[in-house]
């Protein structure tokens, strides 16, 4: 079994910083594509960022300049830097990993529980 755990959401002001975490643990051989998720109430679940192993990362529009997503292969812990942030980044943020438990065997996706991010004055 695989686990992903979310930390560093909370409240932050208009123009303030987070900094997200998502560890992944368990039966882990391998990680392809790591990636945060994000879902406003009403809306429907949108990629924010995504990385692959070697490091190639890809944004969303409304994000690009402001966050940036890294991860650290050793840890299986994938992050995401958010700056400049705004009230229309409040969101619950999931993050998700494709992950492979024995060589050969295909890739599953996995989820975190999701962790709320809330900006507001």
């Known amino acids: 079994q695989v686990q992903l755990v979310e930390s560093g959401g909370g409240l932050v002001q208009p123009g303030g910083s987070l900094r997200l975490s998502c560890a992944a643990s368990?039966?882990?051989?391998?990680?392809?594509?790591m990636a945060w998720y994000r879902q406003a109430p009403g809306k429907e679940r949108e990629l924010v960022a995504g990385?692959?192993?070697?490091?190639?990362?890809n944004y969303v529009d409304s994000v690009k300049g402001r966050f940036t997503i890294s991860r650290d292969n050793a840890k299986n812990t994938v992050y995401l830097q958010m700056s400049s942030l705004k009230p229309e980044d409040t969101a619950v943020y999931y993050c998700?990993?494709?992950?492979?438990?024995?060589?050969?065997?295909?890739?599953?996706?996995?989820w975190g529980q999701g962790t709320q991010v809330t900006v507001s004055s």
């Open positions: 998700n990993a494709d992950v492979r438990i024995v060589t050969n065997s295909p890739f599953f996706r996995y």
């Open positions: 990385i692959t192993s070697a490091g190639n990362t």
């Open positions: 368990g039966s882990i051989y391998s990680i392809s594509v």
